[in-house]
């Protein structure tokens, strides 16, 4: 019953119509663009977030009343084809400084465009912070919304 | 640990769906969940083994009994969620660099 579970990582690919550069800077400095908005932490609206270019450098969001909420950091800045970012932010979008878990983003040029493949690891570190996840897993974004969620998709 | 795949044919179902609706009530022995559901006890006990190897629940034994409840640390509904969040994120990321990259294309062409 102790056994430690270890989920294999959320992967992503998608390609983009643009060259790796440009890809990446909209990943990055662009980030405000395409950031769903649904997804924020303070309890104003969201300005845009933030994800300063450098290692070591602050991943945040800035809300229309000039709040500043934490989301993680930048871990590795390799453009324009790397960038790992460290992820802090509970299932109920909460910043937790004590939860690390990395999104690695590699650009590669494919054809006339750029592959994107993102990997979300470390996700067993989620299970540690059981308390969050139990109220986001009965909470409505969680349990409810999914089992809709999945309604929706069966029905196809 | 269940892949995305997994998770979704798990809970396609509509009665697996039913099943962990009631164990969000609390954990409960197969018996219990069973009643009340259209399909027979040994159909249950099937949909929990999908269940379980989905990740979504765990089960222990109390006494002679076996009791089944939805796992906290089984992440299921955790990769769920975040396996979506990324998929729509990406989805507007692409559209915003290929945007950009028309845009910066029409400005070259002039």
């Given at each position: 019953?102790?056994?430690?579970?270890?989920?294999?990582?959320?992967?992503?690919?998608?390609?983009?119509?643009?060259?790796?550069?440009?890809?990446?800077?909209?990943?990055?400095?662009?980030?405000?663009?395409?950031?769903?908005?649904?997804?924020?932490?303070?309890?104003?609206?969201?300005?845009?977030?933030?994800?300063?270019?450098?290692?070591?450098?602050?991943?945040?969001?800035?809300?229309?009343?000039?709040?500043?909420?934490?989301?993680?950091?930048?871990?590795?800045?390799?453009?324009?084809?790397?960038?790992?970012?460290?992820?802090?932010?509970?299932?109920?979008?909460?910043?937790?400084?004590?939860?690390?878990?990395?999104?690695?983003?590699?650009?590669?040029?494919?054809?006339?465009?750029?592959?994107?493949?993102?990997?979300?690891?470390?996700?067993?570190?989620?299970?540690?912070?059981?308390?969050?996840?139990?109220?986001?897993?009965?909470?409505?974004?969680?349990?409810?919304?999914?089992?809709?969620?999945?309604?929706?998709?069966?029905?196809? | 640990?269940?892949?995305?795949?997994?998770?979704?044919?798990?809970l396609a179902d509509p009665t697996r769906r039913a099943v962990l609706e009631r164990l969000k009530e609390g954990p409960r022995p197969v018996g219990e969940i069973a009643r009340g559901l259209p399909v027979t006890r040994p159909a249950v006990s099937q949909h929990l083994k999908v269940l379980k190897d989905a990740g979504l629940v765990a089960d222990k034994s109390v006494g002679t009994r076996r009791i089944y409840y939805i796992?906290?640390?089984?992440?299921?509904?955790?990769?769920?969620?975040?396996?979506?969040?990324?998929?729509?994120?990406?989805?507007?990321?692409?559209?915003?660099?290929?945007?950009?990259?028309?845009?910066?294309?029409?400005?070259?062409?002039?």
């Amino acid at each position: 019953m102790t056994s430690r579970i270890r989920p294999a990582p959320v992967r992503k690919s998608i390609f983009v119509q643009a060259p790796q550069a440009r890809a990446f800077d909209v990943f990055t400095r662009e980030i405000g663009q395409w950031w769903p908005k649904s997804h924020k932490i303070g309890p104003v609206d969201v300005e845009r977030p933030i994800i300063e270019p450098r290692e070591g450098g602050r991943w945040y969001e800035l809300d229309v009343d000039g709040t500043e909420c934490e989301i993680g950091k930048v871990a590795v800045w390799d453009p324009p084809a790397r960038l790992i970012l460290v992820w802090q932010l509970t299932p109920d979008f909460k910043f937790d400084p004590n939860l690390v878990t990395e999104v690695e983003v590699l650009f590669t040029p494919e054809g006339d465009g750029t592959r994107v493949e993102l990997e979300h690891r470390d996700l067993e570190r989620f299970g540690e912070r059981s308390e969050a996840m139990r109220e986001t897993i009965s909470g409505p974004g969680g349990w409810p919304m999914l089992l809709e969620l999945f309604g929706e998709e069966a029905k196809k | 640990m269940a892949n995305a795949a997994q998770l979704i044919s798990a809970l396609a179902d509509p009665t697996r769906r039913a099943v962990l609706e009631r164990l969000k009530e609390g954990p409960r022995p197969v018996g219990e969940i069973a009643r009340g559901l259209p399909v027979t006890r040994p159909a249950v006990s099937q949909h929990l083994k999908v269940l379980k190897d989905a990740g979504l629940v765990a089960d222990k034994s109390v006494g002679t009994r076996r009791i089944y409840y939805i796992d906290p640390k089984g992440l299921g509904a955790m990769r769920a969620w975040l396996d979506q969040f990324w998929e729509q994120a990406l989805d507007a990321f692409k559209l915003a660099a290929e945007a950009e990259a028309e845009k910066a294309q029409k400005k070259d062409d002039e």
